[in-house]
């Protein structure tokens, strides 16, 4: 158990401090419209701008804690050398999302760091530190994962579409529009879907999961995003409670498979 929670806070600490970094580097950008539910970041230093420094130095604490944790880790459960080198990249990728001079949001790089720290980088730390190894088990899910997070990442930009072009934020809804941001959601979606459709009936009876629970659960998300596709609003309002929907529908499907996950692994 303490190797979980001490996975869990090195990772929990690295993610905190992307939400404090965003909205210190963000903050030119946020401040031309409002924030809604999922995207538009968190509005407080857009509100108080007095606590951007403050920001920036938790940002910065809660990586370096992150960093000093991991070393910890390595030494008491005798992680591979190359377990810091991960670490020291998830929380670099983060920072970098929207700090100079990288920027990575802003260099037709979001989306391509959102589905690697999704899809792979997190998801395989924490088998990494339950498992001390990362196989072929391990990344069973890291096909659907980066089409997932492809999914959230497209959603969260359609709302910000007038912001982020004033702020010359080059994000793939940006370049082509709130109806491809759509359609590209609902197609991720339909793959991720399909995955495990096909992995009920490849791995039937090979593997140690109920593939075919996975593949309903996952039709919550998937409807929402089909019926995107189809309605493709693109004024900002509708668009943006349609992308609330699917965020909804997604972080459903997501709490129902840790759920299920849990009950597995604890009988």
Known sequence: MLRLILGYLIIFLGHLSISFSNDYFD???????????????????????????????????????????????????????????YVLTGNLLGWFYTAPPIRLSYRKLGEAANVFASGLLIPGLGYLVMRGVIDANGLIFSIPLMLYGLAFIISVEIPDLEMDRQGHKST?????????????????????????????????????????????????????????????????????????????SLAAFLILTDSYLIVLATH
């Open 27 to 85: 903050m030119a950008v946020d401040s031309l419209g409002s924030p809604t539910l999922f995207s538009g970041g968190s509005g407080v230093l857009v509100k108080y701008p007095h606590l951007r420094q403050p920001a920036r130095r938790i940002a910065i604490i809660l990586i370096l804690c992150s960093l000093v944790l991991a070393i910890f880790y390595a030494f008491e459960f005798a992680m591979p050398v190359w377990f810091l080198g």
């Open 172 to 248: 793939l809804v940006t370049r082509c529009g709130r109806g491809f941001g759509f359609r590209m959601v609902g197609l991720s979606l339909i793959l991720a879907s399909a995955f495990f459709f096909c992995m009920a009936w490849w791995l039937a009876n090979n593997y140690p999961l109920e593939f075919r629970f996975l593949a309903l659960a996952s039709l919550l998300p998937t409807a929402a995003g089909i019926i995107g596709a189809i309605k493709q609003p693109l004024e900002r309002q509708p668009a943006t409670h349609m992308v609330n929907a699917t965020i909804i």
